[in-house]
């Protein structure tokens, strides 16, 4: 039998792993929670004794693996294998995990790179991305992340952070202020967390609106409510799904405007509210965009949540081919 490659994607809630064969076929899956509040070494180490839980249940050996992949909710230097921040996992920072894991896989080949820059992989070779050689994946989703495909090779800047447009500051001085620091990035309106947290902010101050209702705690809302109060006409939620859209559409179109990229590969939670969403993302695009003939191609992913591992195992392959 040929080797195995060990893909692990590791979420804001939960901690995908798969066994993937030569073909990038998933032969395998297990699912643990992520607990947010792990500590760097805690969290290599749960990565360590679930991954013999994974070999156990699927009766093979570590010395059958061809390789670890790790896709991390964080802003990752490929490079040197540093968890450099994590929005959701914010213990792990300045984190070496790739020298850690490597320890504790000897002679294993791994390598650990931002979420978004897997799921950008697998959506440019096998889902919404394929056929277009500069791509950009769109994470819609508790945060708002990227993933840059240029010349059809994954691009991430001087430093690793090149798919953190999502702090691209677009009202200086004014808004929300998120992990980044700063107020008013596109971050803090057009993301699931912050279109929560306006949606609080609001009826706390005294705003109107069904939303109240569907939850007894306001602690417990959630986008998927505002997406619901808006198909039932609420103004506070139609209100909110504006500002999702219309920044949404920004992000992407001030993207477009700075690399003339075209295609937008979007996924995410918030593109499972309904058709309505990326397509009312790009009648906004299409509005702002005044280069004739230059059309802007706004596309679901194609893969969900699997987009993850599978890039995982193409991050892997590109690797061990070099
Ligand atoms: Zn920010």
């Not at 993207?255 to 969403?277: E, K, P, R």
């Amino acid at each position: 039998m040929s080797k195995l490659k060990l893909c692990i994607d590791v979420g804001g809630t939960k901690t995908a792993y798969g066994l993937l064969d030569d073909e990038n076929h998933i032969v395998y899956r297990f699912q643990t929670p992520t607990p947010l509040e792990i500590m760097p070494d805690e969290f290599t180490e749960k990565i360590y004794t679930e991954t013999d839980e994974v070999l156990k249940n699927f009766g093979c050996a570590r010395e059958e693996l061809s390789g670890v992949a790790v896709g991390m909710p964080s802003y990752v230097d490929y490079e040197n294998g540093i968890v450099v921040t994590s929005g959701s996992i914010h213990n792990i920072k300045n984190y070496p995990a790739r020298a850690v894991l490597e320890k504790k896989f000897p002679g294993i080949p791994v390598l650990i790179d931002g979420d978004t820059n897997m799921a950008a992989l697998a959506e440019h070779y096998l889902g919404s991305g394929q056929g277009f050689p500069h791509m950009v994946y769109v994470a819609l989703s508790t945060g708002l992340g990227t993933g840059f495909i240029i010349d059809g090779r994954l691009f991430r800047g001087s430093y690793g952070g090149a798919g953190e447009s999502g702090h691209m500051i677009i009202t200086p001085g004014e808004g929300l202020t998120d992990g980044c620091g700063n107020p008013g990035c596109f971050m803090s309106y057009a993301c699931g967390s912050y279109i929560v947290k306006h949606a609080v902010n609001a009826i706390e101050s005294g705003i109107p609106s069904s939303l109240k209702d569907m939850v007894s705690d306001l602690s417990d809302l959630t986008a998927k409510h505002i997406a619901e109060a808006y198909k039932q006409g609420d103004s506070l939620a139609e209100k909110l799904m504006k500002q999702l859209i219309s920044y949404s559409a920004l992000h992407i179109y001030n993207l477009f405007i700075a690399f003339n990229i075209n295609c937008y590969v979007c996924g995410g939670g918030l593109t499972n509210m309904g058709d309505f969403f990326l397509e009312r993302i790009q009648e906004e695009a299409d509005r702002l965009n005044k280069q004739e003939n230059q059309k802007i191609y706004i596309k679901k992913a194609a893969l969900g949540g699997d987009n993850g591992l599978l890039g995982c195992g193409i991050a892997l392959d590109l690797a061990l081919k070099q």
